[in-house]
C-alpha cells in the first residue's frame, strides 16, 4: 500500500538534523539480546555525492546482512544503495541516464527486491513524471556483471495484448532472479474512473521474458473478475502472494485511480491456481472483520503475512494489526489492545509496506505504534518486534539505549504519520532486522540489530 505513502511522498522540509557521526561499522551492544550495527547516518556522505538527507526507505536484507534501501540525497531527488561490511555503494540515482534511454526522475517507487546473490529489483520513476500513470520503468542490478539493465519501461509489449505505460509500485525478486511487478496497462476492465488504464501482475525471468500473473479481467476466485492485481511477492518456487480487488465491491479509495485498496491472494506456481488470503468483509481472528488486507509477503514454506484493516467502516487505517497465513490457518500475530514486550500495548500497525517482514523459518518482524509516550516528546512511543515460535519479542522501541550510540525517540517517520511509516523491519534467516531510527539527539541512523 506504499501507493499512498511513500510513493508520492515529500511530507514537507524536516528541520535539518545535527551533524551525524561517521559510518560506524562495528557492532553496538543493545538490550533485548540484539547488537545493533550503524549502516548509515542521514546528513553524511552518500556514495556518488552529496549527503543523505530527509530519511532512509529500507526495503531488504540478505543472509548475507546486505542491505537495500532508498535515501533521498542533498543533490535532488532519491538513490538507491546497498551496504555489505561497513561499505556503501550506489545503485543508481535521480538525473542519471536510465537504461532504455532518459533519464530517473525524481523517485524511487516502494519496494525493492533484493535476493541472496545480491541481485536486485527496483522501480524507478522517469522524466518526465506525471500522474496518475506514472513514467516509470522496472530495472535489473546484476551482481555478477555488476550493471543496472531495463526490464520493462513505458512501451514494453506484454502478454495478453498491448503496452506497459509505465510500472506500479513495489516489486520483488526470488533466488532464480525472478522479478513479481506491478505494470500499468490501457484496459478497460479496471476500477470505476481509472480513465482507461489499470494495473496488471507480471513476471519477469532472468533473461527478461515476461509472462502474465493476473490481469484486470481475469477470473477470481469464488467468481467475478479482478480489475487490478498488485503490489505482489515471490517465494522461491514461483508461488506469488499479491493484492487484488474483484470488480464491483466496495471500492476503497487508497490515493490513486488505477486501483482500489485490496484483498489478499495466493496464486500457486505448479497448478496456476489463485487461492483467496483475506479478503475484503472476511471475518478476522479474533473478531470484526477486515475492511480491506494488504501487503502479503509469502516465504518458501507458504507462509503468507499481510496487514489487515479491522477498522469499522466506513473509515480505513486506524485499526491494523499483523496476521499470519500458515499451513491453511491465519493467525493475529498482533493486533490493536495487545500488550507488547518492553511496554505499552499495540495501537497499530503500518498503513504501508516494508514495516513487515517474514523469513523462510516463518518469523514475522513487524514495526507498531504504542499506547505509550515515555519521553514526553508529543509523540507516540513505537517499537519493532520479532515473532517467533508463537511469541512475541521486543527489538527495539522508543527509549532504548545503544551503548556507544544513543537513545531511540522514534522509529522511521513518526512525527508525520500515526502508524509506522519507512520504518523498516525487514528480516533475514540469521533473524537480523533492518531500520531506520532517530536518537534523541536527532540523528538519524539505518541499523541492523542482530540477535
Do not use: W
Amino acid at each position: 500500500m506504499k501507493t499512498k505513502n511513500m510513493t508520492m511522498k515529500k511530507i514537507a522540509a524536516i528541520a535539518a538534523l545535527a551533524l551525524a557521526l561517521a559510518l560506524v561499522p562495528v557492532a553496538l551492544a543493545g538490550l533485548a539480546g540484539y547488537s545493533f550495527t550503524p549502516i548509515a547516518f542521514l546528513d553524511n556522505p552518500a556514495p556518488g555525492g552529496g549527503n543523505f538527507t530527509f530519511d532512509f526507505e529500507p526495503s531488504a536484507i540478505n543472509n548475507r546482512g546486505e542491505v537495500g534501501f532508498t535515501a533521498d540525497v542533498t543533490t535532488g531527488g532519491e538513490g538507491v544503495f546497498v551496504g555489505l561490511r561497513g561499505e556503501l555503494a550506489q545503485i543508481m540515482r535521480s538525473g542519471q541516464p536510465a537504461p532504455g534511454g532518459g533519464v530517473f526522475g525524481p523517485t524511487e517507487l516502494g519496494r525493492l527486491g533484493v535476493n541472496e546473490g545480491g541481485d536486485i529489483a527496483i522501480p524507478f520513476s522517469l522524466e518526465p513524471f506525471t500522474g496518475p500513470v506514472f513514467n516509470s520503468g522496472l530495472f535489473r542490478f546484476s551482481h555478477s556483471t555488476q550493471t543496472l539493465s531495463a526490464v520493462a519501461r513505458p512501451g514494453t509489449p506484454v502478454p495478453g495484448g498491448g503496452h506497459l505505460a509505465g510500472v506500479f509500485p513495489n516489486t520483488a525478486i526470488n533466488n532464480r532472479a525472478d522479478i513479481v511487478f506491478s505494470g500499468i496497462i490501457a484496459t478497460e476492465a479496471g476500477p470505476p474512473d481509472s480513465m482507461g488504464f489499470g494495473v496488471g501482475l507480471f513476471l519477469a525471468d532472468k533473461h527478461g521474458t515476461i509472462s502474465s500473473v493476473v490481469r484486470p479481467g481475469d477470473p477470481s476466485p469464488g467468481g467475478g473478475t479482478f480489475d487490478a492485481a498488485f503490489n505482489g511477492s515471490i517465494n522461491n518456487g514461483g508461488d506469488i502472494a499479491f493484492g487484488g480487488h474483484v470488480a464491483g465491491e466496495e471500492c476503497i479509495n487508497i490515493g490513486s485511480p488505477l486501483v482500489c485498496a485490496e484483498s489478499v491472494y495466493l496464486k500457486d506456481a505448479a497448478t496456476g491456481i489463485i487461492q483467496s488470503i483475506a479478503h475484503q468483509g472476511d471475518p478476522a481472528p479474533g473478531g470484526v472483520v477486515f475492511r480491506l488486507a494488504f501487503g502479503a509477503v509469502v516465504n518458501s514454506r507458504g507462509d503468507i503475512v499481510f496487514i489487515g484493516d479491522l477498522t469499522p467502516a466506513p473509515d480505513i487505517g486506524d485499526a491494523l494489526g499483523v496476521f499470519l497465513f500458515s499451513r491453511g490457518t491465519t493467525i493475529a500475530v498482533a493486533r490493536p489492545g495487545d500488550a507488547m514486550p518492553g511496554g505499552g500495548t499495540f495501537v497499530r500497525a503500518g498503513f504501508s509496506d516494508a514495516t513487515y517482514d517474514l523469513n523462510q523459518s516463518g518469523d514475522v518482524s513487524f514495526a507498531a505504534t504504542l499506547s505509550t509516550d515515555d519521553n514526553t516528546d508529543g509523540i507516540a512511543d513505537n517499537g519493532l518486534y520479532v515473532f517467533s515460535k508463537g511469541s512475541v519479542r521486543l527489538v527495539a522501541r522508543t527509549g532504548t539505549v545503544i551503548p556507544g550510540l544513543g537513545t531511540i525517540a522514534y522509529l522511521g517517520l513518526a512525527p508525520f504519520a500515526p502508524s509506522p511509516l519507512g520504518t523498516g523491519g525487514i528480516i533475514n534467516e540469521r533473524g537480523q532486522v533492518l531500520f531506520f531510527a532517530t536518537l534523541s539527539d536527532g540523528r538519524g541512523v539505518l541499523l541492523v540489530a542482530t540477535p
